[in-house]
Each structure stands twice: as structure tokens, then as C-alpha cells.
């Protein structure tokens, strides 16, 4: 992972669908939620634990935009997150941050609003 003290510039924005994000990023929040099945057999103590997987990883990106130019790149990049038309499933986009996929392991998103 790149190292935020060495390298901070790269912390400040994000990659989504290939486009660098306008303005200072903040991503909050993402963590791994291991998902377990809980098996208490009966008539004796504990439990046996299945593991199923990893839930979906969620986390917020958050843009600081503080002039003219970074608002107008923000109308461009804005374009990348708005719905297809008649789109019945959403569309997942190539999604690069130090944090969130170094550390994480997410390469794609699925974007909400």
C-alpha cells in the first residue's frame, strides 16, 4: 500500500471507471464483514462455526471542492455516476483508492445515492 506520509497526494482522490476524482477525496468507513453460520447442536455446549464469506464492503467517498475549476471537473466526472436508462441492474465501475483496495482488496464498485 502506498504509504500516506511519503506519498500523501495519492490519498486526496480517487479512481472511478478510469477517471480521477475532482477535488480532495475522504473516504470513510469499509471494513471486512466476515460472515459465519452459527450450528449449536442439541443437548451439548458451543457451537460450530461454518464460514461463508466476505459481506459486500461498504464505504462512503465524500468530494471537497473548493473552486471554479474543480466544480467544473466535477460536471464532467458527475456523468460516471448517473443511471443508465432502463438500466434494471446496476453497473459496477472500476474503483481504485490506496486504502479501499490495497488494504480491502475492492477493485469495483457498485456506486448508491
Known amino acids: 500500500m502506498a504509504n ?3 506519498n500523501p497526494e495519492s490519498f ?6 478510469g477517471r480521477k476524482s475532482p477535488g480532495l477525496a475522504k473516504i470513510s468507513g469499509g471494513s471486512k464483514d466476515f460472515k459465519f453460520e452459527i450450528n449449536k447442536p442439541k443437548g451439548s455446549s458451543g457451537a460450530n462455526l461454518t464460514y461463508n464469506g466476505i459481506d459486500l464492503i461498504k464505504f462512503k467517498a ?4 473548493i473552486s471554479s475549476d474543480e466544480y467544473d ?3 464532467d466526472f458527475s456523468a460516471i455516476l ?3 436508462p432502463n438500466a434494471k441492474e ?4 472500476e474503483f481504485y483508492h490506496p486504502f479501499i483496495t490495497d488494504e480491502l482488496g475492492v477493485s469495483a464498485v ?3 445515492k
Open 73 to 75: 471537473q466535477w460536471q
Open 110 to 112: 457498485v456506486v448508491e
Open 82 to 84: 448517473k443511471k443508465e
Open 62 to 65: 465524500s468530494l471537497r471542492l
Open 90 to 93: 446496476p453497473k459496477a465501475l
Open 4 to 6: 500516506p506520509f511519503t
Open 12 to 17: 486526496d482522490y480517487f479512481l472511478l471507471g
